[in-house]
């Protein structure tokens, strides 16, 4: 009796704190998004475990990565773009114009971004005999036909998983988080299941089966789940009315924004190489402690946040608008600011407990420590400029995205390289942290002059 009324109590407390206004509907999206999208990740790590342990770091593995890279990086570009060019432009019309309205739109954008996606991934195999030789150069003429085997096979990866965020994205717009964030579970669980029962003969390829099928039942499961919310992915042409066009006006920049950003790390990488053995890897090694902050918190806040923003401007609630971005800031540099002193004064000791065993030694742990602490100089910046990203993409403000993400791209050049001539491969992570403070205030700013317009 006593447990039942315990538990009854933290969810009476949960809902006091998560219903009400805006900002606690926020608080609590971005909990339930970081929670989910944190279980995902687990299965994630499984997967990678299971493909050590039946592979190690053979020519497997190395194929399939150097192969499901470009897949992943295309839906990155053309897919997240296209879902931040639609939400606020759907929202509003649902909003104003009603279900039916907002599912005319949701039909003529699926026609729109599967073509998109189908000619991506047409000219990705197209063209594999161009780029990936120069992407996998060093491979064995074996390992280099085995990546492009694995690369085609991998190709409906673009087209599967590009729907899914869509339809996600459409779930979170409708405030359902929970399964819009933990159905992506099902495509890690089943490759795991595939590389289980897979025969050794069959080497890597199941991996590749479990992925696609697993991204195909993930589509079933989001479209089934939006059908239930009165919205089908349905192929229907509506015409390029206004709304579509105003969903066109906003998907070129991001496209191109995102291109830009996706590219900085490619930068870094390849000028990683250019310094003595190991920079790269201990560039990746420093880098993983603050990925996993920057990944749950950019992430659940980025999900949580853009419906609730689009929903008050379609409102015209601009004062709401103000307060909640506020609000979010001041807590957001509250919470990492001492998490980054925290990861900065600690970073040794966790770099040692780790990584620091075999052939990783005492010196490894001290350069990457330093990688480590100047990575983590980006974490305020990095999460508060996701909000306000969010918020300037939900005012349909695309082309200041596009106009910072290529002087992220510049300055991240000119840093790494002004940095890498006084302090080696550490240069390009403090340089990193440089780049996301120099966007954060941009964008920043950018936004202030933008609000009074629309206001």
Not at 146 to 153: A, D, R, S, V
Not at 189 to 200: E, P, Y
Request: hydrophobic share 55%; net charge positive; proline share 4%.
């Amino acid at each position: 009796m006593h447990k039942r009324w315990g538990v009854a109590a933290l969810l009476s407390a949960w809902n006091h704190l998560t219903t009400g206004s805006v900002n606690r509907k926020i608080f609590g999206a971005a909990v339930t998004v970081a929670l989910f999208t944190g279980m995902v990740k687990v299965a994630y790590v499984l997967q990678e475990l299971v493909v050590a342990w039946k592979f190690g770091t053979g020519d497997d593995p190395d194929a399939f990565l150097v192969a499901f890279m470009l897949p992943t990086f295309l839906v990155y570009v053309v897919a997240e773009s296209f879902h931040l060019a639609l939400v606020p432009t759907y929202i509003k019309l649902r909003e104003q114009e009603g279900l039916k309205a907002a599912q005319r739109l949701v039909s003529s954008t699926m026609i729109w971004s599967l073509g998109i996606l189908g000619f991506t991934a047409l000219f990705m195999v197209i063209t594999v005999p161009l780029y990936l030789p120069v992407i996998a150069r060093g491979f064995s003429p074996a390992k280099l036909a085995l990546t492009e085997h694995l690369l085609y096979i991998l190709t409906p990866i673009v087209i599967l998983k590009g729907v899914a965020v869509i339809g996600r994205a459409l779930l979170n717009a409708d405030e359902q988080f929970v399964f819009a964030a933990f159905s992506p579970v099902i495509t890690p669980v089943l490759a795991v299941v595939f590389l289980l029962l897979g025969d050794k003969a069959w080497g890597i390829f199941p991996l590749a089966a479990g992925l696609i099928v697993g991204t195909a039942l993930e589509v079933l499961l989001v479209a089934a789940a939006l059908k239930k919310r009165g919205i089908g992915l349905h192929l229907k042409w509506y015409g390029f009315d206004p709304h579509m066009r105003q969903v066109a006006s906003q998907y070129l920049p991001m496209v191109v924004g995102a291109f830009l950003m996706g590219s900085t790390t490619l930068v870094d990488q390849s000028m990683a190489a250019m310094l003595s053995p190991g920079s790269v890897a201990a560039l990746n090694y420093g880098s993983k402690v603050v990925a996993f902050p920057l990944y749950l918190g950019a992430t659940a806040l980025g999900i949580a946040v853009v419906p609730y923003f689009s929903q008050m401007i379609a409102q015209a609630d601009w004062v709401g608008v103000r307060h909640t971005l506020s609000r979010y800031l001041g807590l957001i540099f509250a919470i990492t600011v001492p998490l980054t002193i925290i990861l900065i004064i600690f970073s040794k000791p966790l770099v040692q407990v780790l990584f620091q065993r075999g052939l990783f030694t005492t010196q490894d742990t001290h350069s990457v420590a330093v990688i480590q602490g100047f990575y983590a100089l980006q974490l305020p910046f990095y999460i508060a400029g996701i909000l306000v990203v969010r918020l300037i993409s939900s005012i349909q403000a695309n082309q200041i995205l596009m106009e910072a993400a290529f002087y992220n791209l510049l300055s991240n050049v000119i840093l790494n390289y002004l940095f890498l001539h006084y302090i080696g491969v550490s240069g390009i992570a403090l340089s990193t942290a440089i780049v996301y403070l120099l966007s954060f205030v941009y964008c920043w700013f950018r936004l202030k002059k933008q609000m009074p317009k629309l206001e």
